[in-house]
């Protein structure tokens, strides 16, 4: 930097080695990662193993830094490094360093096998600045994630989710949900698809009907790692185990609006509780969803990032949430947004976000959920510190009925959507696996009494086919106009 100053040429000489050795270092460490068994994904070291580390490397460096040497010996055998270990006094350093190579075998383990499973579900909000990811780990390691994205940086926002994933043990993916075709809420899949295995991907159609080039590239991605795409509506229900599960609460069919107003809102229960994930959902859309009369809810992740376009009034009003969480800093207007969720009125509910200015006021949030309390934690100096813990037994609100599978799903809890397994036998051949079969439809309703709604009827039962909205998802990328679906799909239907 010095000489850059004096000699341009010598500065521009020195930018370019650097950056030829960052490429060179790069290339090497994303062929290996590209290698069957090439890399091995661990989470964090605990704070015993990184203390017992740096203790040994010290051991270490002190032994060769005292080491004499005491004769000459030829061909004396050598460290990396090009340390002479037999010709030095000080031999504990051969065994300082064995330690270390097995300090770091013993990282490894540990970080490998996880430890025994909590009871209950946790819901883990990452920290993405502006943007969203949640992850939902159920007891026994199946998990759900909904959005992956942050604004402007999506490599950053799969690092954070990333962190999340690997720190919860989780080592797959069962099912994936994408809101809506903001880029703050799925630019970073590329790279989670290509860090994690994941089983399925549900989308809302307006997703898939999108002209955005990142959405269609991300569409391209999905397809060519062969993962199943799934559309949902308002009724469908994604079992993620048994006692956990995610329903489908907006948009509906043919819903009008905004790529916003048109965000997949999932209301997903276990241990008794809801929490109720709404991605950016504002305007007419949001309106016209509270004068539905939607399911109480016990923690809300409030729509758009904590904006006031969010109606959180309105929100906290109907929803009567015990806990407010905001995925992003809340924006300009965070006083006043946070005076309506009633913050100052302890009556209320507690507010927390990922995004605020102080180091106490933002990170990661995860709420641990069982049958007599929510427990809600903030990650934060390398830890998790609980912010509130909340009594629940026996405040049930009346009329409850619980959407979650109370027995065992079978060998694959995490291929199931819209209440049908998607890997398993259909009674027709033709038939799209994943659509409820025509004798298990309900015709149903939203239930204004703080219930979930049922599964409304889709499909037409008359015909032996069902037209299922996965057609459309696979016909759509391969370029069929709807026309051609509809004919293909009668075609079929009557010969099935």
């Known amino acids: 930097m010095l000489l850059g100053r004096l000699l341009p040429a010598v500065g521009w000489l020195s930018g370019r080695l650097c950056s030829l050795a960052l490429w060179s270092l790069d290339s090497i460490v994303t062929a290996a990662a590209m290698v069957p068994c090439g890399s091995w994904r ?80 946790r819901v883990v909000l990452a920290a993405m600045g502006h943007g969203c990811g949640v992850v939902v780990r159920t007891a026994s390691r199946h998990c759900l994630v909904y959005d992956a994205g942050r604004l402007g940086a999506g490599q950053a926002a799969a690092r954070s989710l990333s962190a999340v994933l690997v720190s919860e043990k989780i080592h797959a993916i069962d099912c994936l949900v994408l809101s809506h075709a903001d880029a703050d809420h799925f630019n970073a899949v590329p790279e989670i698809i290509d860090r994690f295995p994941v089983r399925q991907v549900a989308v809302s159609a307006d997703f898939l009907a999108s002209n955005s080039a990142m959405v269609q590239q991300v569409l391209s991605d999905i397809s060519r790692r062969g993962i199943p795409l799934r559309t949902v509506v308002a009724g469908d229900q994604i079992d993620i185990d048994t006692g956990c599960a995610a329903r489908v609460l907006h948009p509906g069919e043919r819903q009008p609006g905004t790529d916003n107003e048109k965000s997949v809102v999932l209301a997903v229960e276990a241990a008794g509780h809801r929490i109720l994930l709404t991605g950016d959902l504002e305007g007419p859309a949001l309106r016209r969803f509270l004068a539905a009369g939607p399911p109480r809810c016990d923690v809300l992740v409030a729509p758009h990032h904590g904006s006031h376009t969010g109606m959180p009034k309105e929100l906290v009003t109907q929803l009567q949430p015990k806990v407010v969480l905001v995925s992003g800093g809340g924006g300009r207007c965070w006083q006043a947004v946070a005076a309506a969720f009633g913050q100052n009125d302890q009556s209320l509910p507690c507010i927390l976000r990922t995004a605020g200015p102080t180091p106490t006021d933002r990170g990661a949030i995860a709420v641990s959920l069982s049958e007599s309390q929510i427990a809600v934690s903030r990650f934060t100096d390398a830890t998790w510190q609980l912010e509130e813990s909340i009594t629940t037994v026996g405040r049930r609100p009346a009329g409850w009925r619980s959407l979650a599978p109370t027995e065992g799903l079978g060998e694959s809890p995490h291929k199931r959507v819209g209440q049908s397994c998607v890997a398993g036998t259909t009674d027709c051949p033709h038939q799209i696996k994943g659509e409820q079969p025509p004798d298990q439809k309900q015709n149903g309703a939203t ?22 909205r996965h057609h459309f998802a696979c016909l759509r990328q391969a370029g069929w106009p709807v026309i051609e679906l509809l004919t293909k799909e009668t075609r079929v239907a009557r010969s099935c």
């Open 42 to 121: 661990v989470a964090a070291p605990p704070g015993w193993w990184l203390a017992g580390w740096y203790l040994l490397v010290t051991a270490l460096l002190l032994c060769w830094a005292v080491a004499r040497p005491v004769r000459q010996v030829s061909n004396p055998a050598r460290a990396p490094g090009g340390f002479r270990l037999q010709a030095f006094t000080g031999g504990a350093s051969r065994q300082y360093a064995l330690a270390l190579l097995g300090w770091i075998g013993l990282g490894l383990v540990v970080g490998s096998f996880p430890p025994a499973p909590t009871a209950g579900v």
């Open 447 to 468: 239930d204004q009494a703080s219930d979930l709604p049922r599964v409304e009827s889709r499909g037409v039962d008359t015909e032996p086919i069902l037209r299922t």
